[in-house]
Nanobody, 115 residues
Framework: QVQLVESGGGLVQPGGSLTLSCVVA????????MRWYRQAPGKERELVAS????????DYADSVKGRFTISRDFAKNMVYLQMNSLKPEDTAEYYC????????WGQGTQVTVSA
């Protein structure tokens, strides 16, 4: 059974940093493209970052390129999102999932960027 548990969110001032973690159970992250998404209130869920199964290739939404970095630990079966230079518009609930065949969405982790 696929399980995804996100953590690491919080309240941070503009310009600050956070690192999100996603614990994955039920499959090996090396066999899937792994992705971080976010959803702000009243908006649709959007793809933020993705990384290939065994490749180092990563892709980012234009809005976070140069500020966010996706990474993973195969031994721990975990995916991370390092977020730097945070902006108020980064405020959202953040989720991880695999592609294709996404599993049930986890509870997400809330990131709030505010002075």
């Amino acid at each position: 059974q696929v399980q995804l548990v996100e953590s690491g969110g919080g309240l941070v001032q503009p310009g600050g940093s956070l690192t999100l973690s996603c614990v994955v159970a039920g499959f090996a992250i090396s066999t899937y493209n792994m992705r971080w998404y976010r959803q702000a209130p009243g908006k649709e869920r959007e793809l933020v970052a993705s990384i290939g199964g065994r490749t180092i290739y990563a892709d980012y939404a234009d809005s976070v390129k140069g500020r966010f970095t996706i990474s993973r630990d195969f031994a721990k079966n975990m995916v991370y999102l390092q977020m730097n230079s945070l902006k108020p518009e980064d405020t959202a609930e953040y989720y991880c999932n695999r592609f294709p065949s996404p599993g049930r969405w986890g509870q997400g982790t809330q990131v709030t960027v505010s002075a």
